[in-house]
């Protein structure tokens, strides 16, 4: 009896990391895979843009208002996170910098490359 519960037990600790895996490995993936390039701000005409970027588990979506050859606002409007509320910053200190290549924000990195992807999507939009 109590090597079938031993069993049944180890079955179900198996399943649940075959399930967590399969869930986790696109999301794991696409992180990954993410990079952030520069903008030519000066290639990008005065405007209002949207851009979005989805990771699996975290996805944002950002409009930005560049005025003058210059990201003179960014609104994070919708960010699906786990723990990277902290990534929210990025968007001021992309405005600041006038440039995506800004430090990621520790303990968030999923969130600031996907919040940076996003507005890199809007920049760059045809």
Do not use: C, W
């Not at 701000?41 to 003058?68: F, I, T």
């Amino acid at each position: 009896m109590g090597r079938r519960i031993g069993g049944l037990v180890l079955l179900l600790l198996l399943l649940g990391i075959g399930i967590n895996f399969v869930r986790l490995y696109p999301y794991h993936r696409a992180i990954g895979g993410m990079t952030i390039g520069e903008v030519d701000l000066l290639q990008v005409p005065d405007g209002v843009y949207e851009g979005s970027a989805d990771a699996v588990l975290v996805a944002a979506k950002v409009r930005v208002l560049v005025e003058d050859h210059k990201i003179t606002r960014i609104d994070l409007l919708r960010h699906d996170h786990g723990r990277g509320q902290a990534a929210e910053i990025l968007v001021q200190k992309v405005q600041e910098a006038q440039s995506l290549q800004v430090d990621l924000v520790s303990g968030a990195t999923s969130s600031s490359k996907v919040i940076l992807k996003a507005i890199e999507d809007a920049l760059t939009m045809d």
